[in-house]
């Protein structure tokens, strides 16, 4: 089936360091949305991107929609211990339903 | 978890038997999504529902797996004679046509 390429696939960073991590396809997308997941829970939803070339931030949390519609990267600055956890990058099909393709996830570990 | 609510938690099952997994939306949504999660895996689309009609269910597998979502009351995704490969964590979502917002799922394990 459909996936979305997510990297990296993992990051061990110090804390304050500035993360960035992305998810390519080689199909159309008309929504992006990014979540966090932390052990045993649900994924959170931290940033949602509807048109191309958008930009958008929360909080250290920058994220942009490509202009191909094929990708979107997420930008973490200045991070600290509780930003641990996978982030999961998803989109929604072009001409599909509203069901979520997830990418693979990046798993992020903060040292202090 | 974003007010979407979903039990058990934990479901233990031995091979043969069903589980039934259910899911309340949060307050005002009406689109209610199902996905499964395998270990260091990202989370599959199962199935789409909205009041009472199934929208897509392009990744339920044919056999054993069925879902639904009355006028009253929660989603229910059932799995049938279950098997060692069903274990996995259920994850709900709903939204009311943008933002989709996750339960905290249910981890299923079948002994």
């Known amino acids: 089936g459909q996936q979305l390429n997510q990297s990296p696939q993992s990051m061990f960073i110090q804390e304050g360091e500035d993360v960035s991590m992305n998810c390519t396809s080689s199909?159309?997308?008309?929504?992006w949305l990014w979540y966090k997941q932390d052990p045993g829970e649900g994924p959170v939803l931290l940033i949602a991107?509807?048109?191309?070339?958008e930009l958008t931030s929360n909080g250290r949390l920058t994220a942009q929609f490509g202009i191909t519609r094929k990708d979107s990267f997420l930008n973490i600055s200045a991070s600290i211990p509780s930003d641990v956890g996978i982030y999961f990058c998803?989109?929604?099909?072009?001409?599909?339903?509203?069901?979520?393709?997830f990418g693979t996830g990046t798993r992020l570990q903060v040292f202090p | 978890n974003a007010g979407v609510m979903q039990n058990p938690r934990h479901l233990v099952r031995r091979r043969g038997q069903e589980a039934r997994l259910r899911c309340s939306p949060m307050?005002?949504?009406?689109?209610v999504y199902w996905y499964r999660q395998l270990p260091e895996e990202g989370l599959k689309f199962m199935v789409y529902?909205?009041?009472?009609?199934?929208?897509?269910e392009s990744g339920m597998p044919k056999e054993r797996f069925s879902a639904e979502f009355p006028k009253e009351g929660p989603s229910i995704l059932r799995i049938q004679q279950v098997v060692r490969g069903d274990s996995a964590a259920y994850f709900c979502?709903?939204?009311?046509?943008?933002?989709?917002?996750f339960g905290d799922g249910t981890r299923l394990s079948i002994l």
């Open positions: 998803a989109g929604q099909l072009i001409g599909d339903t509203d069901k979520l393709i």
């Open positions: 991107l509807y048109k191309a070339g």
């Open positions: 307050k005002g949504h009406s689109h």
């Open positions: 979502a709903s939204s009311q046509g943008l933002s989709q917002h």
């Open positions: 529902l909205q009041k009472e009609n199934i929208i897509d």
């Open positions: 199909s159309i997308f008309n929504t």
